[in-house]
């Protein structure tokens, strides 16, 4: 029998966010920035990306690099450790600073949104979103979208729910809207968002080839692999029917 969805909860960056033309560039962004304090230049600059996993040479991420999932605290500590940055004062600062600055990184939508977010609300579905972003920065971030008229739940790995890929925030968001895991469908890019779906035993766990993570490690976690976000309309159809 094809599953009864009643809510999908949607990371944010990689999935509604364009990864890339969103998150690189902060990265970039702070690495420079904590290069110059510690009286480098570049080349520390692509040492301090590289120690977080992402070589700025290849544009390419490493499987496992916190700069596809973790918060921006996990971030901060990697690059706390690093020797050279040992007399450099306020780093979670800088990087606080440069993750939430919608000015200097405004985000990239990844198609039209409010289109999309129009389509599954008329299918009668409650639509949420978790991060391991703050909460203040997602839900600046649909404001800023103009999309926030469509979430009934939107929060961060911040909000007291746990991180992913901990069950906490799919839990917090069927309490919220009045379903059950079993009722939601999650969508995201990282094996850290389908590892939640998986432990919060959710219907169905959707992959998006729009973030850093190749396909070939999201599909044992997923229960499908679409190309974006723009194609979870196709996706239900065929999923209910």
Not at 29 to 36: I, M
Not at 40 to 69: I, K, N, V
């Amino acid at each position: 029998m094809p599953p009864t969805i009643k809510a999908v909860l949607f990371d944010k960056d990689g999935t509604l966010v364009d990864f890339r033309a969103t998150w690189v560039a902060a990265y970039r962004g702070v690495a420079r920035e904590l290069a110059a304090r510690a009286g480098g230049g570049r080349e520390l600059a692509d040492h301090l990306l590289r120690r977080a996993g992402y070589d700025p040479d290849t544009d390419r991420f490493e499987e496992d690099s916190p700069l596809l999932w973790a918060t921006g605290e996990a971030v901060a500590a990697i690059w706390r450790a690093e020797p050279v940055l040992r007399e450099v004062a306020g780093i979670e600062a800088v990087v606080a600073a440069h993750f939430g600055d919608h000015r200097r990184y405004p985000p990239v939508p990844i198609g039209d949104l409010h289109g999309l977010m129009t389509r599954l609300r008329h299918r009668r579905l409650r639509l949420g979103i978790a991060t391991m972003d703050t909460t203040e920065k997602a839900r600046a971030t649909v404001l800023d979208l103009g999309i926030a008229e469509h979430f009934a739940f939107v929060v961060g790995a911040d909000a007291g729910h746990g991180a992913k890929p901990g069950p906490g925030m799919v839990h917090a968001f069927c309490d919220v809207v009045g379903c059950t895991p079993e009722e939601t469908v999650v969508v995201g890019d990282s094996r850290a968002d389908l590892a939640m779906a998986r432990n919060a035993g959710c219907a169905v766990a959707v992959a998006v080839r729009t973030g850093g993570t190749p396909p070939r490690l999201l599909a044992p976690l997923a229960d499908a692999i679409i190309g974006d976000v723009q194609e979870l309309d196709g996706l239900l159809d065929r999923l209910t029917t």
